[in-house]
């Protein structure tokens, strides 16, 4: 469901001195007409950037619903053709006068998206900082905790490309670690065997003294949830890197 358009500017500003007109600009024409159901509210944005226009008013209630409109989907290249269209309508100087605050709006900076936060908006888990054994990785990795506690559990991401390198989870007894892949795409492979693509909800069993690596795939970021598995006498040895020529040879 579409949020609900809302609007004080009426209360705000004429509350006290005209609070009958404050209450028809704020509870029926943005509370009642704009939130009416027959036209969707990009199509309402459009119609009252036109009728303003044509009246002429190029003012800050202008620029408000210019605002209004880009922020409901209007792009810049709708918004150019709009403005073109009307202004063959309602007259030069009025299509001048609102590119004019239209060109502001829709110029103004919008910092780029990077790939790093591209890719947090398609996973649940976030992120988390730089990993702090990043020594033992090839590339760019980073490390969140997603519990501490009872089963200690933690999120690794790692940039495409990225891997750790060779390791074993040493146990006297128990031990091991679970990987559950929670985004992207990458791969696991234990010493001597075919490489293991993992995409999301991929679930990979690591027992105690398997030689392995795990990482992304060349092309993709990748995520997965790294689960501790208790044991006795735990520890992890950290050994050579994945050369390029064995990575290289991934799909």
């Known amino acids: 469901m579409a949020d609900k358009i809302k609007q004080t500017a009426g209360r705000d500003q004429l509350g006290s001195f005209a609070p009958r007109f404050a ?3 704020d ?4 509370g009642e007409v704009w939130n009416e159901d027959a036209i969707d509210v990009k ?11 044509a009246s002429g008013i190029t003012d800050s209630s202008l620029t408000y619903h210019l605002q209004n409109a880009r922020a409901h989907g209007v792009t810049r290249e709708e918004i150019a053709a709009i403005i073109t269209h009307a202004t063959m309508y309602v007259g030069w100087p009025k299509g001048w006068a609102v590119f004019r605050l239209a060109k502001e709006v829709w110029d103004e900076a919008v910092p780029a998206e990077t790939e790093r936060e591209k890719y947090q908006n398609t996973i649940f888990f976030p992120i988390g900082e730089a990993n702090p054994y990043g020594q ?11 519990s501490t506690e009872q089963v200690p559990v933690y999120n690794v991401t790692f940039e495409p490309g990225c891997r750790n390198n060779w390791h074993i989870h040493h146990a006297k007894s128990g031990g091991g670690q679970m990987l559950l892949c929670v ?4 791969y696991y492979q234990a010493w001597g065997q075919t490489p293991v693509e993992m995409t999301p ?8 003294e398997v030689k392995h690596w795990h990482g992304a795939a060349p092309d993709s970021w990748f995520s997965h ?7 006795e006498e735990t520890s992890n040895e950290w050994l050579e890197k994945v050369s390029d020529e064995e990575y290289g040879k991934l799909n």
């Open 201 to 208: 909800g991929t679930v990979v069993n690591i027992p105690p």
């Open 43 to 53: 199509t309402k944005c459009i119609i009252t950037v036109v009728s303003l226009m």
């Open 27 to 30: 509870d029926v024409l943005f």
């Open 183 to 186: 985004g992207g795409r990458g």
């Open 136 to 146: 033992f990785f090839v590339g760019q990795s980073y490390l969140s905790p997603v």
């Open 23 to 25: 209450h028809l600009n």
């Open 225 to 231: 949830l790294a689960i501790e598995v208790a044991g």
